[in-house]
T-cell receptor, first 110, second 115 residues
């Protein structure tokens, strides 16, 4: 079945440093969604990318969808302690289900 | 809007007991999803409903798990009998429509501990 892989599994950064997480699918995706889960919380939707090569920004967060629609990335510029959490990508499979990646846990040292 | 509501928030039970988790989706949402989250396996989709009808239950681990959605505003996930390996956080989520083009709204989750 379709798999969505995310790297790295963990990232520990100093506040102010940048952070990037990468998402790769074994098959072409129709779209990709990104979610953030704070420690002890539940996943919260951040954004959706649909078009090949699409780039979207939300303040310090930049999301990209690869040209082949098989990979995506989330980049955070100048991390803050409020960015702490686990970031998940999720791609839609051929049966219209969202398949979540394994997540990247971000820790920020103040 | 109150968001997705789940109960109980925490459940501790002994092996062999029946466990029922409850979910109230956001009003007007037609799709409902049950997920299980563990450190080892991450976030797994167990089953999802569209217009109260189960569409895909391929993620349900075994016959001990069952889910129902008797109406548009209520769903249950039942484990009978429960086992220690069922310990996890169970999330319910809803979306306006089925399909991956619609964002999912997650409930706060039920943390289940089976001893």
């Amino acid at each position: 079945g379709q798999q969505v892989m995310q790297i790295p599994q963990y990232q520990h950064v100093q506040e102010g440093e940048d952070f990037t997480t990468y998402c790769n699918s074994s098959t072409t995706l129709s779209n990709i969604q990104w979610y953030k889960q704070r420690p002890g919380g539940h996943p919260v939707f951040l954004i959706q990318l649909v078009k090949s090569g699409e780039v979207k920004k939300q303040k310090r967060l930049t999301f990209q969808f690869g040209e082949a629609k098989k990979n995506s990335s989330l980049h955070i510029t100048a991390t803050q302690t409020t960015d702490v959490g686990t970031y998940f990508c999720a791609g839609m499979d051929s049966s219209y289900k969202l398949i979540f990646g394994s997540g990247t846990r971000l820790l920020v040292r103040p | 809007d109150a968001g997705v509501i789940q109960s109980p928030r925490h459940e501790v039970t002994e092996m062999g007991q029946e466990v029922t988790l409850r979910c109230k989706p956001i009003s007007g949402h037609n799709s409902l999803f049950w997920y299980r989250q563990t450190m080892m396996r991450g976030l797994e989709l167990l089953i999802y409903f569209n217009n109260n009808v189960p569409i895909d239950d391929s993620g349900m681990p075994e016959d001990r798990f069952s889910a129902k959605m008797p109406n548009a505003s209520f769903s249950t996930l039942k484990i009978q009998p429960s086992e220690p390996r069922d310990s996890a956080v169970y999330f319910c989520a809803s979306s306006e429509r089925t399909g991956g083009l619609y964002e999912q709204y997650f409930g706060p989750g039920t943390r289940l501990t089976v001893t």
